[in-house]
């Protein structure tokens, strides 16, 4: 299992919060409603539902048959089917068929109807060239213990988009690249995390039965690193993500927005010049946007490449080497070398939670220093002001680290943090710009 850095935290980021895409993919009681719209009519108001189903019977399926429930009296018919052209049924029954689905494949279907409650699916099977059922039925959950919460966050790192579902089994964590573009190859990075309470063996066996998809493509389960081809058609301006369960039902859904007109990719390497010690950084340059075939290293310590795009890839910089060390870049047949510092920034405090009206002591600890010949700044976050605050100090402010204030390598500027209503308390300190 590969184990992904947490979220980058900053103040531009909102941790725990709905990203504005998911109010477009409301979860619902019914297979999954993606989307209500009302829609005007002559005779009677009518409404759309779309519903998401996933083929995971690792074979190609012919068509889709549902057991749907909808009050009498109303119509419902099908708008769109997607790779099916054909349909038919009625209120109790809909039959989508003469098409092809591939294993692993999603579907959207959008159902029309003029029903005073929305219809919901409660069976449904994947059916073959001959129109016979594949497999077992799937039944959808419509009892509220029965279902499975899922709570979806999205956050900004550095050059990235962090996307996670958190299950009562575990958390899918995904790392894509900010920089996307219809039509162009990215990479990223996916990790799935089993939860300690409760029986662990089956937490494990949940959460690694639940599928990943990004833009319409399934992820390899297990892969840690991925990489697919965006779809060409950008007009909904998102790459959605989303998670579904054995069965095929979609469970959560989130999504990174696509990113306007950019600049072509560059035709040579500008390698950056600091990084921080197990932080991410960028790297700018012809990258092909398959990180198969790119290696990072610095110092002779490999670092992780968390995404990639056609114009550059985000790297998490090793613990190790700390100051100066050589920077390779391996893309393909291609090598770039050059030099980097890589600098350790540490928060320390004798303890991590302060009393009302306790005033603290603590040093913000930058070390790999040596032979620095150029200024560069620190930013200092307080993001527990609410419990407590700087001496003297707004809540946050920019160190400027030159080389006149080096010692032996190293350096160090202290902080007076005074309890306001108390607690546990949190000190953020990253790397700025170069002076």
């Known amino acids: 299992m590969i184990k992904l850095p947490p979220f980058p935290k900053d103040p531009r980021r909102r941790a725990n919060a709905r990203h504005p895409f998911q109010l477009l ?7 999954v409603a993606l989307l209500w719209t009302p829609l005007p009519s002559e005779a009677q108001e009518q409404s759309t539902l779309l519903l998401a189903f996933k083929n995971r019977e690792g074979r190609t399926v012919s068509g889709l048959l549902m057991d749907i429930d909808s009050p009498s009296g109303c119509v419902v018919e099908i708008a769109d089917s997607g790779p099916f052209p054909l349909w038919a049924g009625d209120r109790r029954t809909l039959r989508l068929y003469n098409g092809r689905l591939g294993s692993g494949r999603s579907l959207r279907v959008q159902v029309v109807h003029n029903c005073v409650q929305a219809p919901t699916v409660q069976e449904w099977w994947w059916i073959d060239s001959d129109g016979d059922r594949i497999g077992v039925k799937k039944k959808v959950p419509q009892d509220a213990e029965d279902k499975v919460s899922v709570i979806s966050v999205f956050e900004e790192g550095v050059g990235t988009y962090g996307l996670a579902f958190t299950l009562p089994s575990g958390s ?16 990223g990075r996916v990790a799935y995390q089993v939860a300690s309470g409760g029986d662990v063996d089956d937490n494990r066996q949940a959460i690694a039965r639940v599928a990943v998809e990004v833009a319409g493509r399934s992820l390899a389960p297990g892969s840690g690193r991925w990489s697919l081809e965006l779809p060409e058609d950008g007009s909904s301006g998102i790459v959605e993500v989303t998670l579904w369960d054995a069965r095929g039902m979609l469970l959560a ?8 007109q950019l600049e072509a990719p560059s035709d040579a390497f500008l390698l950056p010049r600091l990084s921080q010690a197990g932080q991410p950084f960028r790297i700018l340059g012809p990258f092909d946007g398959n990180s198969d075939n790119t290696q990072i290293n610095l110092g002779g310590n490999s670092a992780l490449v968390l995404a990639e795009t056609l114009r550059g890839l985000v790297v998490q910089a090793p613990n190790a080497p700390i ?13 770039a070398a050059g030099d980097l510092r890589n600098v350790s920034i540490d928060v320390r405090s004798t303890k991590s939670t302060i009393d009302v009206g306790e005033r603290l002591q603590l040093s913000i600890a930058i070390a790999g220093l040596e032979g620095l010949q ?9 993001r527990t002001v609410g419990l407590a605050h700087f001496l003297e100090m707004e809540r946050a402010f920019d160190l400027t680290i030159s080389p006149e204030v080096v010692v032996d390598g190293a350096y160090a500027h202290p902080i007076t943090l005074e309890g306001s209503r108390g607690g546990s308390f949190e000190i953020q300190a990253e790397l700025g710009g170069l002076r």
Do not use: M
């Not at 993919?25 to 297979?31: E, F």
């Not at 899918?172 to 900010?178: A, G, I, M, S, Y």
């Not at 859904?253 to 306007?260: F, K």
């Open 25 to 31: 993919l409301p979860i619902a009681a019914a297979v």
């Open 172 to 187: 899918v964590e995904l790392t894509l690249p900010q920089d996307l573009v219809a039509g162009e190859r990215i990479s």
């Open 253 to 260: 859904a989130n999504a990174a927005p696509l990113a306007a």
């Open 323 to 335: 100051g100066g060390a050589d920077l390779e870049i391996r893309e393909a047949d291609i090598v």
């Open 374 to 382: 150029q200024a560069f700044d620190v930013h200092v976050l307080n």
